[in-house]
């Protein structure tokens, strides 16, 4: 029990005094830029669902 004990004191210590983090004001402007280009790119793949979708009802049209 000693070993996991120590184990979350020396990743704690690692975590405050070692590690950099991002201030939390670029964060969350970073965090919507990634929300606003992730809704951008699923209806960019939506759109090309859509027209692939379409050509190939099209294609099995001509054989109807």
Request: net charge negative; aromatic share 14%; no cysteine.
């Amino acid at each position: 029990m000693a070993g996991i004990i120590g184990y979350v004191k020396e990743a704690y210590t690692e975590l405050k005094e070692n590690i950099t983090w991002t201030p939390w004001a670029e964060a969350q402007n970073l965090t919507i830029i990634v929300a606003v280009f992730s809704v951008i790119f699923a209806l960019m793949i939506a759109g090309v669902d859509v027209v692939i979708k379409s050509a190939i009802e099209g294609f099995f049209n001509l054989f109807k």
